[in-house]
């Protein structure tokens, strides 16, 4: 492989790269409230959650995997939009977030239990450790947008995220946001 430079866009997008799109009908399980995700399907038809431009990196060890992530603002039922989230496959992994646009949380949490939300917004870096699943959320109500780097063999786990959560959901209250305990919705 050659050494490259390329365009990272206003809006977020990386040329070339792949497309991950993911629609609320894909990803419904993942939000709390089932009925509200009725409630949109219904009335909207299906609704674009995030989008995803990966890199066209090799899949190999010692490469340097990048993407950008779009999650558009809006709530299913007051749960805030969000990605699917995962721990890597091979857990011994980091990961590098840089905020390009927007107000978001980091959710980070391991397979021990114990869990952490994490600020993501324009300008700030998070860094998600080895062993730590992670999910983003979008508190803001215009795009969040950040960029990922991580090892390119890291591999992706959604089935373990899905299975354990993430210890808290992110859910809209007044002019804020507040973070509820898994486990203890009213
Ligand atoms: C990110 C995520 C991206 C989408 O590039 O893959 O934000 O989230 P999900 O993969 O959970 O749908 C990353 O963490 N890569 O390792
Ligand atoms: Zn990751």
């Known amino acids: 492989m050659k050494p490259f430079a390329q365009i990272l866009t206003e809006q977020g997008t990386l040329q070339p790269a792949s497309v991950l799109r993911r629609y609320l009908s894909q990803i419904r399980h993942i939000f709390a409230n089932q009925r509200a995700v009725e409630a949109i399907l219904k009335s909207e038809g299906d609704r674009l959650v995030y989008e995803v431009y990966v890199a066209e990196i090799p899949e190999a060890e010692g490469h340097v995997a990048y993407s950008t992530t779009i999650i558009y603002p809006g709530q299913v039922g007051d749960e805030y939009h969000m990605t699917k989230g995962h721990f890597h496959v091979r857990r011994g992994t980091g990961e590098v977030y840089f905020g390009l646009r927007g107000r978001g949380l980091l959710l980070l949490r391991r397979e021990e239990g114990d869990s952490e939300v994490v600020p ?7 860094y ?3 062993f730590w699943g992670h999910r983003t959320v979008n508190i803001g109500q215009e ?33 804020g946001y507040r973070l509820e305990r898994e486990g203890e919705e009213p």
């Open 120 to 126: 993501l917004e324009e300008g700030s870096v998070a």
């Open 128 to 130: 998600v450790p080895p």
């Open 143 to 175: 795009p969040l947008i950040f960029f990922a780097a991580w090892p390119a063999d890291a591999g992706h786990d959604y089935e373990t995220a899905e299975r354990l959560g993430f210890g808290v959901r992110v859910l809209h209250a007044g002019r």
